[in-house]
């Protein structure tokens, strides 16, 4: 038996040393052009038949200022654009010593919901994020029962 018979024909291969091609699956990934003329010059540039082209990348963390109402200052969180939210409110209110519901984060005056991602609220980096501690009314039906 030869070292074909490994192989899933889910996978098809044309050589047993050579892996299977796999399309991209992160909107992220850039395709890759091979060129005799190619170079890497810097991190952020491709020399191209003695023209510079910039090559852009998104990128994959957002820096997000976070200040609560009795703070005077910001925490920096630095986050993943797919990460959902509730990791940084959760690693905000253990700084401050209390459970993450205790809290209503707020941006631009919307709030921000714990199954939120950064990419969802469109979020740039250095965006601030307001952290309100939340506040339960006490008034209801039974505050109205007046005994004689």
């Keep these: 038996m030869g070292l074909n018979h490994h192989r899933s024909a889910v996978e098809p291969s044309t050589s047993p040393f050579q892996p299977p091609s796999k399309p991209p699956s992160d909107r992220r990934e850039r395709p890759v052009e091979i060129m005799s003329t190619t170079s890497r010059v810097g991190s952020n540039e491709v020399k191209i038949e003695g023209k510079k082209r910039k090559v852009v990348s998104e990128p994959t ?12 200052e910001f925490r920096v ?13 959760e690693v905000y ?6 459970e993450w519901n205790t809290f209503r984060f707020l941006f631009d005056g919307s ?11 469109e979020l740039k980096d250095g965006d601030e994020i307001d952290a309100m ?16």
Aim: proline share 3%; glycine share 6%; hydrophobic share 35%.
């Design 61 to 72: 963390h957002v820096t997000l200022k976070v200040k609560g109402q009795d703070e005077e």
């Design 77 to 89: 969180f630095w986050v993943r654009r797919n990460v959902k939210l509730l990791k940084m409110m």
């Design 93 to 98: 209110t253990k700084m401050r010593g209390v």
């Design 111 to 121: 709030r921000i919901r714990e199954y939120h991602t950064p990419d969802e609220l």
């Design 133 to 148: 501690l939340y506040q339960q009314s006490g008034f209801g039906p039974s505050s109205l029962i007046f005994r004689v």
